[in-house]
Every structure is written in structure tokens, then in C-alpha cells.
């Protein structure tokens, strides 16, 4: 049971576009969701990320939009330049023990790719 | 950079071997997750290790087991190595929500 869907799995846009990646999940004690960019041979970085008590947040031209009622939230990256070609990962996870969050769920990966 | 480290880069074992791989957490964070990360897929959850104590698990067998030290470094081992085991195994290290990835180490099972 895939607990984060994530679509769509490949995206092409042009440069200055408006890059959109949408993410579903289903377990409705998940608290924190972010989103992670990935470069090949890179881990994984901390892009932006949201708590379900806000409903955008915004950092530069990326913008997560959540949506609690329907469980869905979406990565929107405005003015997309080719540097921001790589693979995005939504993820979304649940209050662990100490403060620290238990385990992230990740989804399969949206491929970017951004023509000049 | 995230400050968070990750030893060796490559690695190459044959089937059955054991492998130990090392994560140095970022400074101040007491919390280390482990995952592993199959060619074109998310990375899944493995263990997590929160003040020297294992935090939870994922569907890993008993093979993978970790350590983490006084230092908040932490060892993810596994026994009895099998091709599927064949990935990127990612280290993230973390204070409160925000988990922040090493580069990773490259596994191949040959």
C-alpha cells in the first residue's frame, strides 16, 4: 500500500514556466510534509516544507499548497530555470518520540527536466 | 551542505558478504535515519536511532541492524548481502522535523 502518491513522474516545461508536481496520502496522522530535490549521485535536499495548520508557504519561487480536506498537497516552482532540472521527492511523516519525527514516506519521484 | 557525512562513497561486495557503512551526523542533531534508495525509486525507511536508541523500524529484515555512538554518528550493517541489496544508502540526520541527507553511499552486490 503506497501511503504517498506522488504524480506526474516525468515533467517538462520550458524556462520562466510554471513547474507543478502533486502529491495525495492517505494516513491522517502524517504532520509534516516536505519536499526534497534531487540531483544524480546527490542525497536528497531539503527544498521547502509545511505543517497541516497552514495551507501555503512559500520560500523564493517554490510554494507548497496543501489541501487537508482532501489529503493532497503540491510543489510549485514559478520562473523555472534549467538548474532547477533534477528529481523532486514529496514526502510526508508523523510525530515520533523526543521531539524528532519518526520515519519519512516518501513518494516515487518526479523527474523535472526544464528546457532553456 | 548539510554537514551531514557519509563513508565510504563506492562500494562494491559479492553476494553473502557483510558491509558497514558510517554516517556523521550535522552537528547538535541526536537523531539518525537510515534508508535505502533502489535506482528510480524514493528512498524507503530503514531504521532510525535517537539518542543511542533504535526508533522505530521499517520492513527491512534482521540482517540490517545499526549502532548509533555518544557522538550521534551511527553504523548501518548488513549481513549476508544479496543483489537486491544493491542501492544507495542515504543517512539523514535530525534535531526536530527537518531531516537533512548525506551524499549518500553507492552499494553495488555483485
Known amino acids: 500500500q503506497q501511503q504517498v502518491k506522488q504524480s506526474p513522474q516525468s515533467l517538462i516545461v520550458q524556462k520562466g514556466g510554471i513547474s507543478i508536481i502533486n502529491c495525495a496520502y492517505e494516513n491522517t496522522a502524517f504532520d509534516y510534509f516536505p519536499w526534497y530535490q534531487q540531483f544524480p549521485g546527490k542525497g536528497p535536499a531539503l527544498l521547502i516544507a509545511?505543517?497541516?495548520?497552514?495551507s501555503e508557504k512559500k520560500e523564493g519561487r517554490f510554494t507548497i499548497s496543501f489541501n487537508k480536506s482532501a489529503k493532497q498537497f503540491s510543489l510549485h516552482i514559478m520562473d523555472s530555470q534549467p538548474g532547477d532540472s533534477a528529481t523532486y521527492f514529496c514526502?510526508?511523516?508523523?510525530?515520533?518520540?523526543?521531539?524528532?519525527?519518526?520515519?519519512?514516506?516518501f513518494g516515487k519521484g518526479t523527474l523535472l527536466t526544464v528546457n532553456p | 551542505e548539510t554537514g551531514v557525512t557519509q563513508s565510504p562513497t563506492h562500494l562494491i561486495k559479492t553476494r553473502g558478504q557483510q558491509v558497514t557503512l558510517r554516517c556523521s551526523s550535522q552537528s547538535g542533531h541526536n537523531t539518525v535515519s537510515w534508508y535505502q534508495q533502489a535506482l528510480g525509486q524514493g528512498p524507503q525507511f530503514i531504521f532510525q536511532?535517537?539518542?543511542?536508541?533504535?526508533?522505530g523500524r521499517g520492513n527491512f529484515p534482521p540482517r540490517f541492524s545499526g549502532l548509533q555512538f555518544p557522538n550521534y554518528s551511527s553504523e548501518l550493517n548488513v549481513n549476508a548481502l544479496e543483489l537486491d541489496d544493491s542501492a544507495l544508502y542515504l543517512c539523514a540526520s535530525s534535531l526536530a522535523y527537518e531531516q537533512y541527507f548525506g551524499p549518500g553511499t553507492r552499494l553495488t552486490v555483485t
Open positions: 536511532y535517537y539518542r543511542e536508541e533504535e526508533n
Open positions: 514526502a510526508a511523516s508523523r510525530p515520533g518520540s523526543g521531539g524528532s519525527n519518526y520515519k519519512l514516506t
Open positions: 509545511i505543517r497541516p495548520d497552514v
